[in-house]
């Protein structure tokens, strides 16, 4: 299915501020859905003159007419003529009509949508962008309660918002952290003072749980908070802002007892607040799991920086041992070993800078090529490492092993294919779908014989790729010379 952005583009007929005003919208008209309690549908105009269906949006307050989705269809005639008179007009028009949609009868409004041209000032585009039908389902009609007809009044503001270009807001801080609160998990409407005139049962237990006692309808819903924390609040602070209702703004508010996910959204008449939305949520055992969580991955974090800090204590024993080492065959395994010890710790380092247990793995290899630089520089050689390609994203698990074979494989190309003479290492990695193919070549001597010898670093090698990485690794010689080692890893 196209998505809203796709359809716009290829219509051809909105601006790409129409395109992101419309995604704003869409990314904010369930709320409205579920306060007016009826489905909500977005109509863009096409090239020919006609509408098709670009979004939709179910209630989750009461039952849907629209049983499957209809984005990308066509209005049929009779709704056709209901939203162009709509956006003709710039008027919000209603069917006058009996309206059936499969057998279900249906109130249908049209409500054009306008959009404000810059978030700096208040003047709107006069000229509708897209038009929203809402289709009540009047086969559930009964008499509504008191908190259904508080949330169908907030539901009919903002949809009168939505034609006058005041909703969705431009400067919308809504944020994105887990436990947004929706309709049901408890709405309060406040008057432009910041007065309660509503609470529903949900808003009223949570409230009770965060420590104000008392009917919350008739309060100031920021002394309310103050009196539940004991706490002053700044009035530029986040929490103050979202309490009165003065912008829209989604902050916690915390009590000893319990945590509370809060959204104001300012309710505006020819742009004068005349009061608000508030929408709540108790989120005491979200933020509880992820403050868990941070600890964790904090623990963990400090633990590969230690293990790090070991492994570099252990390279810097070695390093130290070979210089005292009277036998130059000691002396190069004391430095191998140091060089391997290195680049396990080069991964841990990186895994200790982040909270995934994934690492960036070109970052660790140009860190690798490092060390390399040094084993050439102890042979008096000048060797150009040139990498071509990406490895991407590597689970540590994966790149601890990969990171010390590669060390040896180009270690091997610089102390045997390119010994007493300069060169270049051409490192070329292709990540597919399901494997990494990495390709080492020089224009060195090549492998005398064709055959690889069987020394330790070469079992290490394949110790590492086809044992712990369930890999393959080959050795050849081209016939352009020098040597090549292709490794493949299942990813």
Same mark, same amino acid.
């Given at each position: 299915m196209?998505?809203?952005t796709?359809q716009?583009k ?6 790409n @501020?129409? #395109?992101d005003w419309l995604n704003?919208? %869409? *990314?904010?008209? !369930?709320l /409205?859905?579920?306060l007016?309690? &009826? ?10 003159g ?6 939709h ?9 629209f ?6 269809e066509?209005s049929?005639?009779?709704?056709s003529k ?5 956006f ?8 006058t009509?009996?309206?059936q949609?499969e ?5 249908? @409004?049209? #409500?054009?949508v306008?959009?404000?041209? %810059? *978030?700096?000032n !208040?003047e /709107?585009?006069?000229t509708?962008i &897209? ?7 009047l086969g ?5 309660t008191?908190q259904q007809?508080s949330f169908r009044?907030?539901g ?5 918002m ?16 887990r436990?947004a609160?929706?309709a049901?998990?408890?709405f309060?409407r ?6 309660v005139t ?5 808003a ?9 006692p008392?009917e919350?309808?008739?309060?100031n819903?920021t002394e309310?908070?103050?009196?539940a ?11 103050a802002?979202v309490?009165a209702g ?6 916690d508010a ?8 809060l959204?104001s959204?300012?309710i ?8 608000s939305?508030?929408l709540c ?6 933020r509880?799991q992820e403050r ?7 623990t963990?974090r400090?633990i ?7 492994l570099?204590t252990?390279?810097?024993?070695l ?6 080492a009277?036998s130059?065959e000691?002396k190069e395994?004391?430095e ?6 290195s ?12 909270l995934s247990?994934e690492?960036n ?12 630089s ?11 490492t ?5 490895f ?8 601890t092993p990969l990171a ?10 610089i102390?045997h294919g390119l010994?007493d003479r ?6 070329h990695a292709e ?8 390709t080492?070549?020089?224009n060195?001597?090549?492998i005398?014989g ?5 020394g330790l670093?070469?079992?290490?090698i394949?110790?590492?790729i086809?044992?712990e990485l369930?890999?393959?690794i ?10 090549r080692v292709?490794i493949e890893?299942?990813?």
């Amino acid at each position: 299915m196209a998505t809203l952005t796709e359809q716009l583009k290829k219509q051809g007929v909105a601006s790409n @501020a129409d #395109i992101d005003w419309l995604n704003q919208l %869409s *990314a904010d008209w !369930q709320l /409205v859905a579920d306060l007016v309690s &009826a489905d909500l549908v977005l109509w863009i105009p096409t090239k020919e003159g006609s509408f098709i269906a670009a979004g939709h949006a179910r209630p989750a307050t009461s039952a849907t007419i629209f049983y499957r989705d209809i984005s990308g269809e066509p209005s049929d005639k009779a709704l056709s003529k209901l939203i162009k008179s709509a956006f003709d007009s710039g008027e919000s028009t209603d069917f006058t009509g009996a309206s059936q949609y499969e057998g279900v009868p249906t109130r249908v @409004a049209a #409500i054009p949508v306008r959009r404000r041209i %810059s *978030a700096k000032n !208040q003047e /709107v585009n006069p000229t509708p962008i &897209a038009v929203v039908t809402r289709h009540a389902n009047l086969g559930e009609t009964k008499e509504p309660t008191r908190q259904q007809l508080s949330f169908r009044q907030a539901g009919e503001d903002l949809l009168e918002m939505m034609g006058n270009a005041q909703y969705p807001d431009l400067g919308n801080q809504t944020g994105s952290r887990r436990g947004a609160p929706r309709a049901n998990d408890g709405f309060l409407r406040l008057d432009d003072h910041g007065t309660v005139t509503f609470a529903s049962p949900n808003a009223v237990s949570a409230f009770a749980k965060f420590g104000f006692p008392r009917e919350l309808v008739g309060e100031n819903l920021t002394e309310a908070v103050v009196l539940a924390t004991k706490a002053k609040l700044r009035s530029d602070e986040d929490l103050a802002v979202v309490l009165a209702g003065i912008a829209p703004r989604r902050t916690d508010a915390e009590s000893k007892s319990a945590t509370l996910s809060l959204r104001s959204i300012p309710i505006k008449l020819d742009n004068d607040r005349t009061g608000s939305i508030i929408l709540c949520r108790d989120v005491s055992e979200l933020r509880r799991q992820e403050r868990e969580l941070i600890t964790k991955d904090a623990t963990i974090r400090e633990i590969h920086h230690r293990v790090k800090n070991n492994l570099q204590t252990v390279a810097s024993l070695l390093r130290i041992q070979s210089r005292r080492a009277n036998s130059e065959e000691t002396k190069e395994s004391l430095e191998q070993a140091m060089r391997r010890v290195s680049a396990i710790a080069l991964v841990h380092d990186t895994l200790s800078e982040g909270l995934s247990q994934e690492v960036n793995f070109d970052e660790v290899f140009d860190r690798v090529l490092l060390l390399v630089s040094e084993v050439a520089a102890s042979h008096n050689t000048t060797v150009r490492t040139i990498i071509d390609g990406r490895f991407g994203q590597l689970k540590s698990e994966k790149a601890t092993p990969l990171a010390v074979a590669l060390t040896e494989v180009v270690t091997n190309a610089i102390e045997h294919g390119l010994v007493d003479r300069s060169g270049n290492v051409l490192v070329h990695a292709e990540r597919r779908q399901k494997k990494l193919i990495i390709t080492i070549s020089d224009n060195g001597r090549g492998i005398p014989g064709g055959k690889i010898e069987p020394g330790l670093g070469t079992q290490i090698i394949r110790t590492l790729i086809e044992g712990e990485l369930r890999g393959s690794i080959v050795w050849f010689s081209p016939r352009e010379g020098g040597a090549r080692v292709v490794i493949e890893v299942p990813l």
